[in-house]
C-alpha cells in the first residue's frame, strides 16, 4: 500500500466517510474535521505529496479543525431552555374554552389557543365552564393542561 496513486483514492474515501458518518450521527461537528482532513491529505496525495507529508496534513488539519469548531460545539450544545420547542412553546399561553372540561379524571374540553384548538385538562380535575379564559400550565401528549386565568378569576369572591 506504498503506492501514491493508491493513497489518493484512500483519502478520497476516508473524506467522503467522515463526511457522510458527520451527516447520521448525532452530534456537533464531531467527524468534520476529520473529513477536512482527510480532504487535505487527498489533496496533497493528487499533488504528488509523499505519505509522511499526506498523514502529517490530516493530523493537522483534523486537530486544528477540532480545536476550531470548540467555540460552535459549546454554543450548540448549550443547555437551554427547550420549553419553547414544539407543544411546549403553549405553556404560559391565554385562550378559551370552546368546550367545556367536565369534572373527574377523565374530564377532556377544547381550547382554542391563537389559531390553534387543542384538547384540554383541568389541572385539579375540576369542571370549568365554556368561554372561560384559561392559562395554560403543562403539555401532556396531545391535551393542555389549564387553569382558568386570573384575568375572569379577579372579579369573583372566593368562599
Not at 79 to 88: H, L, P, Q, V
Not at 105 to 121: D, H, L, N, Q, S
Request: net charge negative; glycine share 14%.
Amino acid at each position: 500500500m506504498d503506492d501514491p496513486d493508491t493513497w489518493r483514492w484512500v483519502w478520497l474515501l476516508v473524506a467522503g466517510g467522515f463526511a457522510g458518518a458527520e451527516i447520521f450521527i448525532a452530534g456537533t461537528f464531531f467527524m468534520l474535521p476529520f473529513a477536512a482532513g482527510a480532504l487535505a491529505a487527498s489533496i496533497s496525495a493528487f499533488a504528488g505529496a509523499g505519505i509522511a507529508v499526506q498523514w502529517i496534513l490530516f493530523l493537522v488539519v483534523s486537530i486544528v479543525g477540532a480545536v476550531a469548531l470548540i467555540p460552535l460545539r459549546r454554543r450548540l450544545d448549550a443547555d437551554g431552555s427547550s420549553d419553547g420547542i414544539g407543544a411546549r412553546r403553549l405553556i404560559g399561553a391565554e385562550g378559551v374554552l370552546l368546550f367545556g372540561i367536565p369534572a373527574g379524571p377523565t374530564g377532556v374540553g377544547e381550547v382554542r389557543i391563537g389559531r390553534e384548538e387543542w384538547r384540554a385538562e383541568s389541572a385539579d380535575q375540576s369542571a370549568v365552564t365554556t368561554g372561560t379564559a384559561v392559562r395554560v400550565i403543562d403539555v401532556r401528549g396531545t391535551s393542555v393542561v389549564v387553569v382558568p386565568s386570573e384575568s375572569t378569576t379577579e372579579g369573583k369572591e372566593t368562599p
